[in-house]
C-alpha cells in the first residue's frame, strides 16, 4: 500500500481510489477511503453502474495488487463526484482492528453484514447476521436472495475472510423485507 503520508492526503481531499485485488476479485473496488491501518483499509463504495455510494467494504492491505488514486478534477470520478455532489459519510463506529473487531463492530451497528472468502469461493458474498464471534471462528445466520432464513447459521473461520461488506442498499432491502414480513 501507499506511504502513511499518501493515505493521510488521500483520505483529507476525499479522493476516488480504485483497489485491483486480483485474484480476490474480479472486479476492482472503487470508492473514497475512510480509514485504515497496516492491516485493513475501510472505503465508502462508488458504484461504477450507477454513480452513488452504496455502502462500506473493507479488506486486506496485502490483498491489494495495486490502486490508483484519482487525484485531479479533470478524471472522469472526479466530475461526477462533483457533479452529484456525493460526499463520503462517516462510518459510525467501525473498527478495523482485527477481523474479530471488525466483525464485532459491523455486527454492533448494522442489521446485516456481507462475508467474503474470495479465494476459497470466488464471487460469492454470504450476507446474514453474526450469532457468534469467537478468536478463531464465527457464525453467521445467512439470508436468502427471497429475504427468507436459512434454518441453521454456518460456521467460518476467520482465517479464511478477505472482506467483509456493509450498509449497501441491497442488504437494507433484504432486512426491510425480512421485517416487514414479522409484522404480517
Known amino acids: 500500500m501507499a506511504k502513511e503520508r499518501d493515505l493521510d492526503e488521500i483520505i483529507e481531499n476525499k479522493w476516488i481510489v480504485e483497489f485491483d485485488r486480483k485474484p480476490f476479485d474480479n472486479s476492482k473496488e472503487l470508492g473514497f477511503v475512510l480509514a485504515w491501518n497496516n492491516y ?8 461504477k453502474d450507477w454513480y452513488q455510494l452504496d455502502g462500506y467494504c473493507i479488506f486486506q492491505n496485502k490483498s491489494v495488487k495495486k490502486f490508483w488514486v484519482y487525484d485531479k ?3 472522469f470520478f472526479n466530475e ?3 457533479l452529484k455532489k456525493l460526499e463520503p459519510k462517516p462510518v459510525p463506529q467501525v473498527s478495523i482492528e482485527s477481523w474479530e473487531v471488525i ?3 459491523v455486527n454492533d451497528n448494522f442489521n446485516l453484514v456481507g462475508i467474503e472468502s474470495e479465494l476459497i469461493h470466488k464471487d460469492e458474498l454470504k450476507i446474514g447476521k453474526l450469532k457468534k464471534i469467537g478468536k478463531k471462528s464465527f457464525s453467521l445466520l ?3 436472495t427471497d429475504a427468507t432464513w436459512f ?3 454456518s460456521k467460518i473461520e476467520l482465517k479464511l475472510l478477505t472482506k467483509v461488506c456493509f450498509d449497501s ?3 437494507k432491502t ?7 414480513r414479522k409484522k404480517k
Open 169 to 171: 442498499s441491497y442488504n
Open 40 to 47: 485493513f483499509t475501510l472505503i465508502h463504495i462508488l458504484d
Open 174 to 180: 433484504l432486512w426491510n423485507v425480512s421485517e416487514s
Open 151 to 153: 434454518e441453521c447459521a
Open 103 to 105: 466483525l464485532q463492530t
Open 142 to 144: 445467512e439470508i436468502k
Open 80 to 82: 461526477v463526484v462533483k
Open 73 to 75: 478534477d479533470e478524471y
